[in-house]
T-cell receptor, first 117, second 115 residues
């Protein structure tokens, strides 16, 4: 079974600075998707960024980018120019891409990000 | 276009009562997924449904929990004879046909408290 590990229960960053959240995963599959979700106090799960494992290029969405290291099974999230609104729980998630495979997302336990003014 | 609607937002039940959680997927979405989030934990998959079919229920507890997604109306997650350990946030997500291409949209969850 696949597992996702987030080793940083909490992180903090100064406003306008850069922070990196870590995520590692374990799988025997070669084709899969990786995600970062943001959960603010409202509890809404918001997709931040998504990476297809077959793509070597790291995904980027505005101030959010990932460092995807497939061989190391590592998928870190970098937030540049941090803003107060970035404060939230961040969850890393894995999903199989195999045909006939499960549609379920496997989540890590999350990292609580605090942004200091 | 309204997002995924879950109700109620908060639900309090006494031990032994039944809890019914509702999820209306986004318009045009025919796939529904239920997840449970315990305190200080990530979300855990429970069940995946399409209209009138359960596709994957590998994450559902064997007893007391059931889910349905009828041809008409919302998806329902039912928990019978609730216990304190059922207290959690329950999230629904929906997707359009193939979530590989279209991804999921999550609702805001229902927080169930068992007293």
């Amino acid at each position: 079974a696949q597992t996702v590990t987030q080793s940083q229960p909490e992180m903090s960053v100064q406003e306008a600075e850069t922070v990196t959240l870590s995520c590692t995963y374990d799988t025997s599959e070669s084709d899969y998707y990786l995600f970062w979700y943001k959960q603010p106090p409202s509890r809404q799960m918001i997709l931040v960024i998504r990476q297809e494992a077959y793509k070597q290029q790291n995904a980027t969405e505005n101030r959010f980018s990932v460092n995807f290291q497939k061989a190391a099974k590592s998928f870190s999230l970098k937030i540049s120019d941090s803003q107060l609104g970035d404060a939230a729980m961040y969850f890393c998630a894995y999903r199989s891409a195999n045909q006939g495979g499960s549609e379920k997302l496997v989540f890590g336990k999350g990292t609580k990000l605090t942004v200091n003014p | 276009n309204a997002g995924v609607m879950q109700n109620p937002r908060h639900l309090v039940r006494r031990r032994g009562q039944e809890a019914r959680l509702r999820c209306s997927p986004m318009k045009g979405h025919s796939h529904v997924y239920w997840y449970r989030q315990l305190p200080e934990e990530g979300l855990k998959f429970m069940v995946y449904l399409q209209k009138e079919n359960i596709i994957d229920e590998s994450g559902m507890p064997k007893e007391r929990f059931s889910a349905e997604f009828p041809k008409e109306g919302p998806s329902i997650l039912r928990i019978q004879q609730v216990v304190r350990g059922d207290s959690a946030a329950y999230f629904c997500a929906s997707s359009y046909r193939d979530s590989n291409l279209y991804g999921y949209t999550f609702g805001s969850g229902t927080r169930l408290t068992v007293v």
